[in-house]
């Protein structure tokens, strides 16, 4: 049974659910990068030791996106939506009984594989409880949610890393989660996709399935270039904006608050735009949004004022943001239900790939360059015009998918 759609009411409620979740995950994710301040005094870590506790978090994340798929699609999406939240959570407020490097590494490393089961299971509810034409606007709106923590978490960690400290935050953030554990297994449906196990796809089945579709692996090399670009630009530009353009942190603050509302506004608004547009179109316009993709990011790191570099960042996350909500489009509408989970883990295993390689890529080419960026944009340059490759490699669905899932 491939579709069981929801009346109204309950999708509204299944939304907002999934948005309150997702956005409690980016807030656990996110504080990290404030919270390691002084975490990293706290723990007498190094700047080596830093960067790795922050990427411990990717690799596990990453690890665990196409597990969490098949797991889903094997055992039911609610299920594994459960887990992922109880253990992200579980593993939030570990996080303040840290002593040392080593358990830090560890908890952040369970704390991703804990998150990565989320969104493929989340993908999986949309695809099977909402029609098509209203799913590429539910993702956006779900996933609007990390723009807008993107936005709140400098404030929220000024006001209660500063007053409480970061051990009491991840006590109450891991709280949280269990509150919203609680609501997701009294209020989202019961899974009926795969509620006994002799019915359910074979995992390696699934995997085959996917495996041959020269349509996934377009879509993996398509997330991977998008998020490369993504996370390369969110790890290193406060970092950039410091050394190259002679800014404090309370300026850079204040000034990305203009691009990530850009972001969340190009969110929803693309949610909505896709759904009206057809695919095979649509592709058309996300490759060329990657091209610009390239355009802007050239423009924006030599723009000759930072008002200008502002502007150009916008566009840029104009245009990203695009991108990052058209290639789930592909699996929501075109992989069937019983595997769709693990569709979008394997595609989103390159994203967050991209993740955990690309920081600490730019920052090797930034010491190698003897703190110059040059090399480090031209290297998103070329990885933006990699994407516009992979996005036009996909094929129609009736070339491929189809004949694949019969």
């Known amino acids: 049974m491939n579709e069981l759609i929801l009346e109204k009411k309950a999708r509204t409620t299944l939304l907002v659910l999934l948005f309150l979740g997702w956005a409690l995950g980016n807030l656990d994710r996110y504080v990290m990068n404030y919270a390691i301040v002084n975490i990293g005094e706290d723990l007498s870590l190094t700047n080596t030791e830093t960067g790795l506790v922050l990427s411990s978090f990717f690799l596990g994340y990453a690890l665990m996106q196409l597990p969490g798929g098949i797991l889903a699609d094997r055992f039911g999406a609610k299920r594994i939506l459960l887990i992922a939240v109880i253990v992200w959570s579980i593993f939030t407020g570990l996080t303040a009984i840290a002593w040392g490097l080593g358990i830090m590494v560890i908890i952040r490393f369970l704390f991703g594989i804990g998150e990565g089961g989320f969104q493929p299971s989340a993908s999986k509810l949309i695809t099977t409880y909402y029609p098509k034409n209203e799913r590429s606007k539910v993702m956006s709106i779900m996933l609007s949610s990390s723009a807008i923590m993107a936005m709140l ?47 359910a796809p074979k995992i390696t089945g699934i995997l085959g399935k996917l495996l041959r579709m020269p349509f996934m692996w377009s879509l993996v090399i398509s997330y991977f270039t998008i998020y490369a670009v993504n996370w390369g630009l969110n790890s290193w530009l406060p970092k950039y904006l410091t050394d190259v353009r002679g800014l404090d942190l309370l300026s850079i603050g204040g000034l990305q608050l203009i691009p990530g509302f850009i972001m969340i506004v190009s969110m929803i608004l693309s949610g909505y735009i896709i759904d009206k547009i057809e695919l095979r179109i649509s592709k058309y ?122």
């Open 285 to 406: 316009i996300g490759a060329f949004f990657a091209l610009l993709l390239a355009v802007f990011l050239l423009l924006m790191f030599n723009a000759n004022s930072i008002s200008l570099f502002i502007v150009y960042q916008c566009i840029v996350t104009f245009v990203m943001t695009f991108v990052v909500l058209l290639l789930p489009s592909f699996i929501l509408k075109n992989i069937p239900a019983e595997y769709s989970g693990s569709a979008m883990g394997m595609a989103n295993t390159g994203g967050q790939l991209a993740g955990f390689v690309t920081p600490t890529l730019i920052g090797a080419m930034v010491d190698a360059f003897d703190g110059s960026y040059n090399a480090a944009v031209w290297l998103l340059v070329g990885i933006s015009v990699i994407c516009v490759l992979a996005i036009l490699s996909i094929v129609k669905k009736d070339e491929n998918v189809e004949g694949e899932a019969a």
């Open 153 to 199: 978490v400098p404030i929220i960690s000024a006001v209660l890393l500063l007053s409480i400290g970061w051990r009491a935050f991840f006590v109450i953030a891991g709280a949280i989660g269990a509150i919203i554990a609680v609501l997701y297994w009294k209020v989202i449906p019961k899974d009926r996709v795969a509620v006994n196990t002799d019915g």
